[in-house]
């Protein structure tokens, strides 16, 4: 069994959702959504970010983490924002042990709908069709919880295609 942990960056709202995955059994374990003050400086927000994804890894103990590649924005500005929250992402789980897994958007949508131009609803119906104690409150959450699912569904692939 593997405890995995998704994590959907952004800098107004980073969705975290941890999963248990035992080969293709899922199980919900949290979620939730990290919120920065948006009023507050770019540093203390990507500190905020950083302290709260330690406080969940510490609480929760996963064995890996995924994150979501960075979506390009029309402006090059937002871009290299969510870039910076993105790095905390990845570098947070990292610096603590675990290994970091990173999907592309559509391939998360692909794993959990099926398809790589879902929308929001579709993935919230499908996660929780996948995981029905799974109670977010958030698309963020809901989103982090779908990249978790990527993850345990490549990471199974990974693992049947080295044994064959």
Not at 4 to 15: A, E, F, N, Q, S
Not at 44 to 56: F, I, P, S, T
Not at 78 to 102: D, K, W, Y
Request: charged residues 20%; aromatic residues 4%.
């Amino acid at each position: 069994m593997v405890r995995i942990m998704g994590i959907d960056p952004g800098l107004r709202r980073t969705g975290w959702g941890i999963i248990e995955s035992e080969g293709n059994r899922l199980r919900f374990i949290a979620c939730g959504v990290l919120t920065p003050a948006v009023d507050q400086e770019l540093a203390l927000r990507l500190v905020h970010l950083h302290e709260g994804l330690m406080r969940l890894i510490a609480e929760h103990h996963p064995t890996e983490a995924a994150v979501e590649e960075t979506f390009v924005n029309a402006g090059a500005r937002s871009t290299l924002l969510l870039g910076q929250a993105r790095g905390i992402a990845v570098m947070t789980p990292a610096s603590m042990g675990l290994p970091v897994g990173e999907y592309s958007a559509n391939l998360v949508k692909k794993s959990v709908v099926g398809t790589g131009h879902a929308d929001k609803k579709q993935i919230e119906l499908m996660v929780k069709t996948l995981m029905p104690a799974a109670n977010f409150k958030s698309a963020d959450a809901a989103d982090a919880l779908a990249i978790a699912i990527c993850h345990a569904h490549h990471r199974q692939h990974r693992k049947l295609a080295k044994s064959a």
